[in-house]
C-alpha cells in the first residue's frame, strides 16, 4: 500500500478514487437536497407568474411598510449589540479577571434559549398582565405589540453576535500593540481607534453583517411579541407568515426571495473576510474565528 | 489571603468596559430571563405539575425531543462526510459548497420553512414523488425532522472541519505502512481524535432543533397530540392568554436549554484538551 494516498494531491489508486468518488457524491447529493433545492424552489415559486406579478408583490404597501420596520429595527438593534460587542470584547481579550468563563458562557445564553422563550419573556414584562403591564397603561406606553417589543426581542435575540465574533480574535491578537500606543504616549479612545480598531475591523464586519442577518429574519420571537397587525407591526418574515396562509404564495416567496439574496450577500462577505483574514492575519498563528 | 478580582494591566478602560457589560448584559439578557422564573414562582407546584404533564404537552415534548434526536443524528452523520469531503478531496465546486454550508445561519428561518414546505407537499416537486408511494412527508414527523435537519446542518461539519484540518497524517501513515486497511485506520485512528467534536456539533444542532420555531410551523401542520411542536405549544397558550401554562412550559424548555448549554460546554473542554 503507498502511503501517500492520504495526501490532497497525490496520486491515487483505483481504489481509493472510487471511494472518493462515491464520498463526493453522496455529500452533493445531501448538501443538493438540503441547501440547493429549498433556495431552487424560493425563485421558482417567485417567479411563477412572471416577473410582473414578482415585481408588484413588492409594491404593496404592507409589503413597503413591513420592509421599513425590518429596517428600523435592525438599526436600532444592530449598533446597541455592536457597542456591547466591543465593550465586552475589550474587557473580556485585553484584561484578566475571575469569573471571566462565567461571563462568556452568560453572554452566550440567548442562543441557548429557544425564539419563543425569548419573547414570552418580554410578555411577560411589558404585556397587559405583565410586571410593568398597569403602570405601561396607566402612561398611555404600549411596548408589546407595538415597535419597541420588537426592537426588544430583536436585540436579546441578536445579543451575543458581534461579541462572540470578537473576543476570539482580540484575544488571538492580544496586548503587546496597545502597550507599545500607550507607551509612546497615546491615549487610551487614540489607542483603541488607531491601533485595535483597525486590527478587528473585518471581524467586526462580519459580526455585524451576521448580526443584521439575523435581526432581519427573526420570526419565533418577534412572532410572539407583533401582535400581527397588518401594515404596523409585522416585519417581513412575519409578513410572509401572513401571505402564505392567505395562499397568496407569489407574494410571500417573492418577499421571502429578497430575504434569501440577503442571505447570499451573507455567505459571500464572509467568503471574502475569511480570505481577508487569512491574507492579514499571516502574523497571528492562530486563526480562531470559526464559528 | 484575598484573591485580587483583576490581574494589574497598564491598557486603560477596564472599568469603563467591563461595567457597561454588565448593565447591557443584566438589562437585556439577565433581568428579563429572570421574569420567567420568578413568574413561574408564583404558580403553586400542582398548577405547574398540571401544566408541563398534561398530555398534550407530552406528546409535544417526545415530538420535539425525538425529531430533534433524530435531526442531530442524521447531521452527525452525513456533516462528519461532507466535512470529510472538504477538507482531504479536491473536487469541482468545492469552494462554492463550502461557502454555503452556512446557509442555514444566514437564511431567515420563515423562508426556509415555506420553501421546504413547497418541495415536500403532496403537490411538491419531492412531496409528489413520495404522495403515491403512501410516504407523507410535509404535514407529518418526517417533515419536522427535515425541517430541523437543515437548520442543524451547519453545526457538525463546521466544528469537525477545523479538527479534521488539524489532524496530523503521521498516526495514519504509520497505520497504513504497518498494514492497516484504509478502514481500520479511519476507525482507530481517526475517528477517536474527531469524535469528541462530531458530539460537540451533533449537541450544538440538537440544542437549536429544541426550540426551533420558523422553519417547524410551516411543514409541521400543526396537530394537537400528532405534530405540535414544544414551541408552538408556548403560542398557543399565549395566544389563548393562558400567560401561566406558556410560562410553565418556558421554564421547562428553560431548564433543559441551560442543561444543553453545560453539557456543550464540557465537549467543548474535552475537544481542546484532545487537541492540544
Redesign the interface.
Known amino acids: 500500500m503507498k502511503i501517500t494516498k492520504y495526501y490532497k494531491h497525490a496520486k491515487t489508486s483505483g481504489q481509493s478514487r472510487l471511494a472518493k468518488w462515491i464520498l463526493v457524491t453522496i455529500a452533493i447529493l445531501f448538501l443538493g437536497l438540503f441547501l440547493l433545492l429549498p433556495l431552487i424552489a424560493v425563485f421558482t415559486e417567485a417567479l411563477r407568474n412572471g416577473i410582473r406579478a414578482y415585481v408588484a408583490s413588492f409594491t404593496t404597501p404592507d409589503t413597503i411598510s413591513a420592509i421599513r420596520l425590518t429596517l428600523i429595527t435592525t438599526a436600532i438593534a444592530v449598533p446597541l449589540n455592536l457597542v456591547f460587542g466591543v465593550a465586552a470584547a475589550w474587557a473580556i481579550a485585553k484584561f484578566d479577571f475571575r469569573g471571566k468563563g462565567i461571563l462568556i458562557t452568560l453572554i452566550d445564553l440567548p442562543f441557548a434559549v429557544s425564539p419563543v422563550v425569548s419573547g414570552l419573556i418580554f410578555i411577560l414584562l411589558f404585556g397587559l398582565h405583565g410586571w410593568f403591564g398597569p403602570w405601561l397603561t396607566e402612561h398611555n406606553i404600549k411596548i408589546v405589540f407595538a415597535i419597541p417589543g420588537i426592537v426588544l426581542a430583536t436585540t436579546f435575540i441578536t445579543f451575543p453576535f458581534i461579541a462572540r465574533e470578537l473576543i476570539p480574535l482580540m484575544q488571538s491578537q492580544g496586548t503587546e500593540e496597545e502597550q507599545a500606543a500607550l507607551v509612546l504616549g497615546a491615549g487610551g479612545w487614540r489607542t483603541f481607534f488607531r491601533i485595535t480598531l483597525p486590527n478587528i475591523k473585518w471581524g467586526l464586519l462580519y459580526g455585524v453583517i451576521l448580526c443584521s442577518a439575523r435581526a432581519i429574519g427573526e420570526f419565533g420571537a418577534v412572532s410572539v411579541v407583533s401582535g400581527h397587525i397588518r401594515g404596523q407591526t409585522n416585519t417581513l418574515p412575519l409578513h410572509i407568515e401572513i401571505l402564505y396562509n392567505e395562499y397568496d404564495f407569489v407574494g410571500a416567496f417573492s418577499v421571502a426571495s429578497l430575504l434569501t439574496m440577503f442571505a447570499f450577500v451573507t455567505l459571500l462577505i464572509k467568503s471574502i473576510v475569511e480570505w481577508k483574514f487569512s491574507k492579514d492575519l499571516q502574523e497571528y498563528s492562530n486563526d480562531s474565528n470559526r464559528s | 489571603m484575598l ?1 485580587k ?3 494589574q ?6 472599568g ?3 461595567g ?2 454588565i448593565f ?2 443584566s438589562l ?3 433581568i ?2 429572570s ?2 422564573f420568578i ?1 413561574a414562582g408564583r404558580l403553586t407546584w400542582d398548577q405547574f405539575w398540571t401544566t408541563v404533564t398534561s398530555p398534550r404537552v407530552l406528546a409535544s415534548y417526545r415530538l420535539s425531543f425525538g425529531a430533534s434526536f433524530i435531526a442531530a443524528a442524521i447531521n452527525a452523520v ?1 456533516g462528519l ?2 466535512a ?3 477538507v ?4 469541482k ?1 468545492r469552494k462554492f ?1 463550502d ?14 420553512g ?3 414546505t ?2 415536500y407537499a403532496p403537490t ?3 412531496g409528489s414523488f413520495l404522495e403515491p408511494l403512501g410516504i407523507k412527508t410535509a404535514f407529518a414527523p418526517v417533515g419536522i425532522v427535515i425541517a430541523l ?2 437548520t442543524g ?1 451547519p453545526f457538525v461539519v ?1 466544528t469537525v ?2 479538527v479534521l484540518a488539524d489532524l496530523s ?1 503521521e498516526n ?2 504509520a497505520a ?2 504497518l ?1 492497516a486497511t ?1 478502514f481500520q485506520t479511519f476507525k482507530k485512528i481517526i475517528f477517536p481524535e474527531i469524535l469528541p467534536s462530531v458530539l460537540t456539533g451533533s449537541a450544538l444542532a440538537f ?1 437549536r432543533a ?5 422553519s417547524v410551523v ?1 411543514i409541521s401542520g400543526n396537530m394537537p397530540m400528532k405534530t405540535e411542536i414544544t ?2 405549544l ?2 398557543t397558550k ?1 395566544e389563548q392568554f393562558d ?1 401561566a401554562g ?2 410553565a412550559i ?1 421554564v421547562v ?2 431548564v433543559i ?2 442543561a ?2 453545560l453539557i456543550i ?1 464540557l465537549l467543548q473542554r474535552w475537544v481542546t484538551r484532545n487537541q492540544f
Open positions: 484573591l478580582f483583576k490581574q494591566s497598564v491598557l486603560p478602560g477596564f469603563l468596559s467591563f457597561y457589560t447591557y448584559l437585556i439578557v439577565l428579563p430571563l421574569a420567567v413568574s452525513f462526510l461532507v470529510w469531503v472538504l482531504r478531496y479536491q473536487f465546486g459548497f461557502s454555503i454550508i452556512d446557509l442555514p445561519f444566514a437564511l431567515p428561518t420563515a423562508v426556509a415555506i420553501a421546504l413547497a418541495i411538491g416537486w419531492i435537519t437543515f446542518l463546521r472541519q477545523p497524517k495514519e501513515e497504513a505502512s498494514g484504509r440544542a429544541v426550540g426551533e420555531y420558523g410551516f414551541p408552538l408556548i403560542v399565549l400567560y406558556a410560562t418556558a424548555m428553560l436549554s441551560f444543553m448549554l460546554n
